[in-house]
Antibody
Framework: QMPLQESGPGLVKPSETLSLTCTVS??????????WGWIRQPPGKGLEWIGSIFYSGKTYFNPSLKSRVTISVDTAKNLFSLNLRSVTAADTAFYYC????????????WGQGTLVTVSS | QSALTQPASVSGSPGQSITISCTGT?????????VSWYQQFPGKAPALMIY???KRPSGVSNRFSGSKSGNTASLTISGLQAEDEADYYC???????????FGGGTKLTVL
């Protein structure tokens, strides 16, 4: 198993920055076999890929979110993080961290998800 | 990058087969064999059911199968069971710029 666990505030004010961390246990994040990524899902709606990071630090983003997103990796702590700037109510969603397989480009492990609400 | 197109809902009776389509473009589904399918129950994280278009991870029933033709991928569930009632999402790798795109999701109802 490769448990992934999201952590971070469940409530963020409009115009502020949403920050989440995903702790990876049971294996090393420093593997060339995987990407590590973030996916979100507004309540009652579909999935949206936010972005992914390779252990080297190379990042890839959804073009629609690219200007507001930062994803970083901390190999020493075996975790990766998401920052989404200038949030609005439209960013209210369940945020999932996930492991993406480099060779087959699928998402084979998901965190349980965490609901982040944007509201004043 | 536009979302892949899936029907909003499909339904079938126990024992029947259903197929969910997922239409993309020549930039994603049409160019790569990296389509994956996910099953999601209410309140739960999605789970991988099919990868590389037609391969099943260990533990996934062989009642689930995937295929692709041109810019359209398909998920077929045969011998439908009540436990298959869930939302299903397709996802494709977008290649050149290393992006991923999901379909809008399909709600499967077992009658």
């Amino acid at each position: 198993q490769m448990p992934l666990q999201e952590s971070g505030p469940g409530l963020v004010k409009p115009s502020e920055t949403l920050s989440l961390t995903c702790t990876v246990s049971g294996g090393s994040i420093s593997s060339s076999t995987y990407y590590w990524g973030w996916i979100r899902q507004p309540p009652g709606k579909g999935l949206e890929w936010i972005g992914s990071i390779f252990y080297s630090g190379k990042t890839y983003f959804n073009p629609s979110l690219k200007s507001r997103v930062t994803i970083s990796v901390d190999t020493a702590k075996n975790l990766f993080s998401l920052n989404l700037r200038s949030v609005t109510a439209a960013d209210t969603a369940f945020y999932y961290c996930a492991r993406l397989t480099y060779s087959s480009k699928d998402i084979d492990y998901w965190g349980q998800g965490t609901l982040v609400t944007v509201s004043s | 990058q536009s979302a892949l197109t899936q029907p909003a809902s499909v339904s079938g009776s126990p024992g029947q087969s259903i197929t969910i389509s997922c239409t993309g473009t020549s930039s994603d589904i049409g160019s790569y064999n990296f389509v994956s399918w996910y099953q999601q129950f209410p309140g739960k994280a999605p789970a991988l059911m099919i990868y590389e278009g037609s391969k099943r991870p260990s533990g996934v029933s062989n009642r689930f199968s995937g295929s692709k033709s041109g810019n359209t991928a398909s998920l077929t569930i045969s011998g439908l069971q009540a436990e298959d009632e869930a939302d299903y999402y397709c996802c494709s790798y977008g290649g050149i710029i290393n992006t991923w795109v999901f379909g809008g999701g399909t709600k499967l109802t077992v009658l």
